[in-house]
């Protein structure tokens, strides 16, 4: 696998990659990663990854600073899994100037839930995506269901920028106690990441008695209750949420009756991390 820093040894480097597939990361590489990257070369494509950790889609109080860079052992695990080709830019060629155009996503999409809670972030994600999309080119992008959120803003960017990228999402890789995989499960302490498989617990719950639940106002209220179950346990629920698939809107009547496909949304703190995760219902 060869591994290139700069445009220029990119765009060399995608002369002998036809068709290929890109799966975008900022680092710091688990199985979940590693599952993209699979997903990836099922497609019988080039593969591309990418890793960057972009500074436009983190708010000045979140971890941008701190979030790991582990460069060397992530490259060795590409490598082993398959990849092609890695592109980890240098903060100067993702960015030579200061980024003053960007993507705005929808608001209706992008400035709730996640959005809400890190504005601006969407907007952070969708001009990264799209830069790193027009770098490499790619047929293929593979994106995890876990940032279900990210995934359909960015869906939607493809669609109305008509953009000729397949987008794949690809089902969240769970440790064996139910906790998603994610870079920053690494801040958990040992007594913290013993009670991070709650907030998948809590949306399982929500999950199962959706079938029982007739109307948007029963939502509400077991939304609610799943809130304080998990504060009871010592969370911060920033939310637990019962969504359409398709646009994440909150479900009508007619969308509870008729079994409409929905998701189980949440994003809770657990001391100074905030975890989020998801289950299609
Ligand atoms: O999901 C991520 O790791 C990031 O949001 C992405 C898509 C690589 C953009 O920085």
């Not at 799966?23 to 019988?44: D, I, K, Q, S, Y």
Request: charged share 20%; proline share 7%; aromatic share 6%.
């Amino acid at each position: 696998m060869q591994t290139v820093h700069t445009l220029a040894e990119l765009r060399t480097a995608l002369r002998d990659l036809p068709d290929r597939a890109l799966v975008p990361t900022m680092g710091n590489l688990h199985a979940g990663h590693l599952a993209l990257v699979a997903r990836a070369r099922e497609l019988r494509v080039p593969v591309v990854a990418s890793i960057f950790v972009n500074r436009l889609q983190f708010a000045p109080h979140e971890d941008f600073d701190r979030y790991p860079r582990t460069l060397q052992r992530d490259a060795q695990l590409l490598a082993e899994a398959g990849c092609d080709l890695l592109f980890a830019p240098l903060e100067a060629a993702m960015y030579p100037q200061p980024q003053t155009f960007r993507v705005r996503p929808d608001p209706a999409l992008a400035d709730i839930l996640d959005g809400a809670s890190r504005p601006g972030h969407f907007e952070g994600v969708a001009t990264v995506v799209m830069k790193l999309f027009q770098m490499v080119q790619p047929a293929h992008a593979v994106f995890g269901k876990k940032d279900y959120q990210q995934l359909l803003v960015i869906r939607r960017m493809v669609e109305q920028f008509a953009l000729p990228i397949a987008i794949i999402g690809l089902d969240t890789v769970r440790d064996t106690d139910g906790l998603a995989l994610s870079s920053r499960n690494g801040y958990l302490t040992p007594e913290q990441r013993a009670r991070a498989p709650q907030l998948q617990a809590a949306l399982r719950q929500l999950a199962e008695q959706l079938r029982a639940i007739t109307t948007p106002a029963g939502l509400h209220a077991h939304e609610a209750q799943a809130m304080q179950a998990l504060a009871a346990q010592g969370w911060a629920p920033d939310y637990l949420t019962i969504r359409r698939r398709s646009d994440l809107s909150a479900p009508s009547t007619g969308d509870v009756q008729s079994h409409a496909p929905l998701v189980v949304l949440g994003a809770a703190r657990l001391g100074g991390t905030r975890l989020i995760d998801n289950l299609e219902a």
